[in-house]
T-cell receptor, first 114, second 113 residues
Framework: AQKVTQAQTEISVVEKEDVTLDCVYE???????LFWYKQPPSGELVFLIR??????QNEISGRYSWNFQKSTSSFNFTITASQVVDSAVYFC???????????FGAGTTVTVRA | DTGVSQDPRHKITKRGQNVTFRCDPI?????LYWYRQTLGQGPEFLTY????????KSRLLSDRFSAERPKGSFSTLEIQRTEQGDSAMYLC???????????FGPGTRLTVT
């Protein structure tokens, strides 16, 4: 069975601070995919990134960066120089190659104060 | 806008009534997934289709729930004899199985009174 744990329930920061969201996963498969989604107050899930299990390269996209470490089964997400618009719930998710269904963590609520 | 649409966006119904939701995926995506999200939780898988075939149903999907995807295009999710515990956001995801790109619709928020 697959499982995703986001230990941080809520994080509150002041604008321009960096924020790191932790994600730890469990799976028995050797081929799997990891995702991060953003859910703003409007409710829609916004796709941020997908990583497959064979690609451990870190990725940077603007103010967002991701650190994937198979050795610790972690896929952490950092927002650099946070902005008020980054306030949202962020979900980490895992899918296995055979069916692609997503298992989500419980989410981390990020609040960025001006 | 992800290109995935859901209708209606909000539905308020009385306990015991039937409701039906619709999802229109991205046209070239062959897989379609339904998830349910309750307040303060991450989405949970309900069922998925590859083209018109329903390949898996979660234990969460009681016999009051039924889903279809006729002709492998749009999908409907019906809940019969709604209960207050069915109140949730119902999300649809459109998936390109060659790349495992998963895009969600805006969701249908169901409130059962």
């Amino acid at each position: 069975a697959q499982k995703v744990t986001q230990a941080q329930t809520e994080i509150s920061v002041v604008e321009k601070e960096d924020v790191t969201l932790d994600c730890v996963y469990e799976t028995r498969d050797t081929t799997y995919y990891l995702f991060w989604y953003k859910q703003p107050p409007s409710g829609e899930l916004v796709f941020l990134i997908r990583r497959n299990s064979f690609d451990e390269q870190n990725e940077i996209s603007g103010r967002y960066s991701w650190n994937f470490q198979k050795s610790t089964s972690s896929f952490n997400f950092t927002i650099t120089a946070s902005q008020v618009v980054d306030s949202a719930v962020y979900f980490c998710a895992l899918s296995e190659a055979r069916d692609y269904k997503l298992s989500f963590g419980a989410g981390t609520t990020v609040t960025v104060r001006a | 806008d992800t290109g995935v649409s859901q209708d209606p966006r909000h539905k308020i119904t009385k306990r015991g009534q039937n409701v039906t939701f619709r999802c229109d995926p991205i046209s070239e995506h062959n897989r379609l997934y339904w998830y349910r999200q309750t307040l303060g939780q991450g989405p949970e898988f309900l069922t998925y289709f590859q083209n018109e075939a329903q390949l898996e149903k979660s234990r969460l999907l009681s016999d009051r729930f039924s889903a279809e995807r006729p002709k492998g295009s749009f999908s409907t999710l019906e809940i019969q004899r709604t209960e207050q515990g069915d109140s949730a956001m119902y999300l649809c995801a459109s998936v390109n199985s060659l790349r495992n790109e998963q895009y969600f619709g805006p969701g249908t928020r169901l409130t059962v009174t």
